[in-house]
């Protein structure tokens, strides 16, 4: 069901155009849906993540994130309401912004319309990002502390 989930996303294909070799598309879509009801395909990005930094001789958490945004067209298709112009690339669409690691890692993303400036998209893409990690009290550099699932960020005054 996995490798079904994953062809799909890789090759942008509809549900119902599952090739033969995996399983029906309906019973993969419910897999899918029940997954993404419960979480766990966040927990699945998550445990990768970690994964990946750990072989790659990291703390499985990230100290450092690393933040920027591009416009893209968006297709007739896409609602007037969620539209906009980014003047700066002479571009009407959306704009995604994302959050990566130092291993460029996929750590969050937010998607506005275009008209968005990055300075306004920053917050909530940094309040995205907070729960995901928590450092310690203490002033100074310190080391990321894990935790259950979610992990929360103190700033210190």
Known sequence: MLDAVRYLIDNGIKWRAMPVDFPA????????????EHGLIAEF??????????????????????VDS????????V?????????????GGRKRHIAVDCLGMLLVVLVTSASVQDRDAG???????RPLHR??????????????????????P
């Open 25 to 36: 598309w309906s019973a993969v879509y419910a897999f899918f849906r029940r997954w993404r």
């Open 45 to 66: 990005h998550h445990w990768l993540r970690a994964r990946v930094r750990r072989l790659e001789g990291r703390d499985t958490e990230p100290t450092a994130a690393i």
């Open 70 to 77: 591009q416009s893209v067209r968006a297709t007739e298709t």
């Open 79 to 91: 609602g007037a309401s969620t539209l906009g112009w980014d003047n700066g690339k002479k571009v």
């Open 123 to 129: 917050m909530p893409l940094l309040g995205q990002l």
């Open 135 to 156: 450092r310690s009290h203490s002033c100074g550099p310190t080391a990321a502390i894990p935790a259950a699932r979610r992990l929360t960020t103190n700033v210190c």
